[in-house]
């Protein structure tokens, strides 16, 4: 005959920390996900934002069939350059570039840039451009069609 198991206070503390352990470790995997992942808009009030929804849709739809391309902004010695071209892949020229550059702490202010085409397709800032990581917000007009993105530059 076997002998039963007799069940201990040291079984009892192992199971409820082995569960605490995986609840702990789901929470931190999913708080990771969560940070990682997130591409959303954070709005002040989500109620009115959720109302002007199908607006920004339909506005991103309608730059979307511009098929202008823009590259990743580049440093041109101590200016920032911008290559775009149109939907036919040929340089977009005759173009009004217009950025506003916001450091992601705010430890530096905001500053507005304007560019000039230096070549068909490529246009680079009349001011100069700091070192260092900055979100743009990029705005660029021709033949009464407008883009609007969001950039960022290293």
Known sequence: MRKARRFTGYHAAAILC??????????????????????GMVVDNSY???????????????????????EDPVRDGKRLAVAITDSLGQPLTGAALAMRAEHPLGRAPARNLTFIETAPGQYQSIEPFPQGRWKLRASIRRD????DLALDVN
Not at 144 to 147: A, F, T
């Open 18 to 39: 082995a569960f605490f352990a995986v609840v702990i470790a789901v929470n931190v995997t999913m708080a990771r996900f969560a940070i990682s992942t997130f591409g």
């Open 48 to 70: 009115v934002a959720s109302q002007k929804f199908n607006g920004w849709l339909a506005e991103a739809r309608r730059e979307q069939a511009l098929g202008w391309t823009v």
């Open 144 to 147: 009464g069609r407008e883009l």
